[in-house]
């Protein structure tokens, strides 16, 4: 539970479940979101703590010129548990600083902390409340192969990877089943008005 002043949701969901839908919906109304995935990825380009920490784990080759080598460090970490875990107990600690510190920078009357893997992360200790965005699997399949352009076999062997709907479920506050842009428009609305109504008692 976060103890800060200002209000903070997190919002989570499996890959085309809809939650970064959620989350523009929701910025589109004055709501600060952060976005953990691609700050992680700035944050390991930007910190020279963080690279030496990577540097030291898993070797030179985890930097070129250009920056992050995004497709070793990927390479080093697949299907290595061991590896994995060493990785996010470097990147996680400093993800969660930099949201603690870009939070009492906004100004919004409350703000959404987007993760894939906010339970994963431990992540859902530092917000007040949580958003779990699902999705049948099937339209989520589909979702995906417009997007991405990637492979039925691909889209679900990542799905499989992910915490499934029904932890979700369980271990969120609240959840949205995003079947249509029309009713998630209606449905993110009464979220934005709960989580105002929250934020402001």
């Known amino acids: 539970m976060s103890t800060s002043k200002i209000y903070k949701v ?8 809809g939650k970064s839908t959620v989350c523009h919906l929701l910025a589109d109304r004055g709501v600060s979101v952060y976005d953990s995935d691609a700050r992680a990825k700035a944050l390991m ?8 920490e990577l540097v030291k784990a898993f ?4 930097y070129t010129a250009e920056g992050l080598n995004r497709g070793y460090l990927a390479s080093r970490v697949f299907g290595n ?3 994995l875990e060493s990785l996010n107990a470097i990147v996680h600690p400093a993800v969660r600083e930099d949201f603690r ?26 917000v ?7 999705a049948p699997l099937e339209e ?19 799905i499989s990877h992910q915490m499934g709907d029904d932890e979700l479920h369980r271990r969120a506050k609240r959840t949205l089943v995003n079947l249509s842009m029309e009713y998630l428009e209606s449905d993110v609305e009464q979220l934005h008005k709960m989580y105002c109504y929250e934020a402001r008692r």
């Open 81 to 83: 548990e061991e590896a």
């Open 101 to 126: 510190v870009w939070a009492e920078q906004q100004s919004s009357v409350y703000v959404v902390l987007e993760s894939a893997i906010l339970f994963e992360a431990g992540f859902e200790n530092e």
């Open 140 to 158: 989520r399949v589909r979702r995906t192969m417009e997007r991405d352009g990637a492979d039925r076999e691909a889209i679900l062997k990542r």
């Open 59 to 62: 070797g030179e080759e985890c």
């Open 128 to 134: 007040d409340s949580t958003l779990a965005v699902l």
């Open 10 to 17: 997190g919002i989570t969901g499996g890959i085309g479940s």
């Open 45 to 52: 380009n930007e910190s020279d703590v963080l690279r030496d």
